[in-house]
């Protein structure tokens, strides 16, 4: 067990509609990662969010948006999806952007993911 | 972003040492490497990373090319339970000690009993 908690753990919608993915993280820990994992991409990293505020963007959909709210659980809104956004969909949580002493992200420590199917 | 580059796949025996390759030659001097493994249905779990220097931990060894330009994964001793898919990673500091990690398509390792 990580102690990275996310829900929903399975999530099947229609193509249109909009759904919210939910990840709280470790205690104590300020950042937040989401990433995406389908089969013919494998995972890419969409956005970090650390104590509230996004600090690195990657792959992320102008269709997606994510926030970190004042207890540090973040929620990641996917909206007006389509089929290709069938996929898993991890959080993963670290202390900081650095480790103590040193630049890198340290450990992140993953969740178990939501598995979203659009149809 | 700097890439690294593994085979697709590796295949053990059990209790023998298992030495996973990477390649990063565009590796920059900043970035950290690290080590991810994925068992099947469940989320990444961290093995170890490092800078330069030779690292340990109770799960593996890294040992990192004194260029920097590539690095080994050592699991000194494969369990049925170290089949997974294995991703090195370079942690790419976005600027202002703001580092995301950029997963590849990993090496599948299978462990054969």
């Known amino acids: 067990d990580s102690g990275v908690t996310q829900t929903p753990k399975h999530l099947i919608t229609a193509t249109g509609q909009r759904v919210t993915l939910r990840c709280s993280p470790r205690?104590?820990?300020?950042?937040v990662y989401w990433y995406q994992q389908s089969l013919d991409q494998g995972l890419q990293f969409l956005i970090q969010?650390?104590?509230?505020?996004?600090?690195a963007k990657g792959n992320i959909l102008e269709r997606f948006s994510a926030q970190q709210f004042p207890d540090l659980h973040s929620e990641l809104n996917l909206s007006s999806l389509e089929l290709g956004d069938s996929a898993l969909y991890f959080c993963a949580s670290s202390t900081s952007p650095g480790v103590a002493g040193g630049p890198g992200p340290g450990e992140l420590f993953f969740g178990e993911g939501s598995r979203l199917t659009v149809l | 972003d700097a890439k690294t580059t593994q085979p697709n796949s590796m295949e053990s025996n059990e209790e023998e040492p298992v030495h996973l390759p990477c390649n990063h030659s565009?590796?920059?001097?900043?970035?950290?490497i690290h080590w991810y493994r994925q068992l099947p249905s469940q989320g990444p779990e961290y093995v170890i990373h490092g800078l330069t220097s030779n690292v340990n931990n109770r799960m593996a060894s890294l040992a990192i090319a004194e260029d920097r330009k590539s690095s080994t994964l050592i699991l000194h001793r494969a369990t049925l339970r170290d089949a997974a898919v294995y991703y090195c990673i370079l942690s790419i500091d976005s600027g202002g000690s703001n580092y995301k990690l950029t997963f590849g398509k990993g090496t599948l390792l299978t462990v054969n009993p």
């Open positions: 565009t590796i920059s001097g900043t970035d950290y």
């Open positions: 205690s104590g820990d300020l950042s």
């Open positions: 969010y650390y104590n509230g505020e996004e600090r």
